[in-house]
């Protein structure tokens, strides 16, 4: 899901009923360009760029495909079975 807040807005994935990933939708090699913004890919496991076309992988944030070399910004999560916290 895409939520607002951090740079350009943030993506949550679930990772399990306890678990949760969010990343910021910047993206780290052209994070100033309006049109930067991560994007779930259809299969679901990976986010790209949709100016850049760099690969991310959805479990880390880690970088597949560049020209990006940095990693998605992650945030914390924290999940009480209720609520769903997301901080830097």
Not at 26 to 44: K, L, M, Q, T
Not at 76 to 87: P, W
């Amino acid at each position: 899901m895409y939520f607002t807040g951090g740079v350009s807005g943030i993506v949550v994935y679930r990772l399990s009923e306890w678990e949760f990933t969010a990343f910021d939708r910047a993206c780290p090699y052209d994070w100033d360009h309006e049109d930067s913004w991560i994007w779930v890919e259809p299969g679901g496991i990976t986010l790209r760029c949709q100016r850049c076309e760099s690969l991310f992988s959805i479990l880390d944030g880690g970088v597949i495909t560049g020209p990006s070399t940095y990693p998605l910004k992650r945030y914390f999560t924290k999940y009480d079975g209720m609520r769903l916290q997301v901080r830097s």
